[in-house]
């Protein structure tokens, strides 16, 4: 059962544009939504993360907005660089779960300098 | 240590052959998680230790697969009589508490 569904699967944009990922989920029990940026060879690394009685979260270039009715949320990526050309993952849990993830398929995006 | 520590690397094995893999988590960290990465896909849970506690092996994939952390600190994993269809990456996650958590770098398990 795919419970997060993670879209585009690949991206490319020029240095400066904005990428915009988008993630869909079912289980209207997920109340944690972390993204994470994993490198060729390394571990996923926590980006942002927000929570549903928020609609948009920022931390510096990035941008997490939350659709609460239609269960969906994007990640959003100012300015962007090549050093961000990575794969990113959404994911999805429940505070009842201890903190077990759901992801999504993954986007990989590359940056044009 | 600085981070979560996973080892080996790479790892080939024979098929039918068992293999063990090693992670250290960050110091004093209560949460482990072990997650299963096929090639171009997301990672999917295996299972979650609270200290030494094993509280959910639901992901793991078949009775072939163990897990334990005897200490409440490293971890092992263990795949008996390896197939093909085990090759993937295996990461290691760690955390105080249950959100925020650290990925290791993992290790690549090839089964030929």
């Known amino acids: 059962q795919q419970q997060v569904k993670q879209s585009p699967q690949s991206l490319i944009v020029q240095k400066g544009g904005i990428p915009i990922i988008n993630c869909a989920y079912e289980?209207?029990?997920?109340?944690?939504f972390p993204w994470y940026q994993q490198f060729p060879g390394k571990g996923p690394a926590l980006l942002i993360a927000?929570?549903?009685?928020?609609s948009e979260k920022k931390e510096g270039r990035f941008t997490i907005s939350f659709n609460k009715s239609a269960k969906q949320f994007s990640l959003h990526i100012m300015d962007s660089q090549p050093g961000d050309s990575a794969t990113y993952f959404c994911?999805?849990?429940?505070?009842?779960?201890?903190?077990?993830?759901?992801f999504g398929q993954g986007t990989i995006l590359t940056v044009h300098p | 240590g600085a981070g979560v520590s996973q080892s080996p690397r790479y790892k080939v094995a024979k098929r039918g052959q068992d293999v063990a893999l090693r992670c250290d988590p960050i110091?004093?960290?209560?949460?482990l998680f072990w997650y299963q990465q096929a090639l171009g896909q997301g990672p999917e849970f295996l299972t979650y230790?609270?200290?030494?506690?094993?509280?959910?092996k639901s992901g793991l994939p078949s009775d072939r697969f163990f897990a334990e952390r005897p200490e409440g600190s490293v971890s092992t994993l263990k795949i008996q009589r390896t197939q093909q269809e085990d090759s993937a990456v295996y990461l290691c996650?760690?955390?105080?508490?249950?959100?925020?958590?650290?990925f290791g770098s993992g290790t690549r398990l090839t089964v030929v």
């Open positions: 110091s004093g960290h209560v949460s």
């Open positions: 927000i929570r549903p009685d928020v």
């Open positions: 230790f609270q200290n030494e506690a094993q509280l959910d």
């Open positions: 994911a999805a849990s429940r505070g009842s779960s201890y903190g077990k993830l759901t």
């Open positions: 996650a760690s955390s105080l508490l249950w959100d925020g958590y650290t």
């Open positions: 289980n209207t029990a997920f109340d944690y």
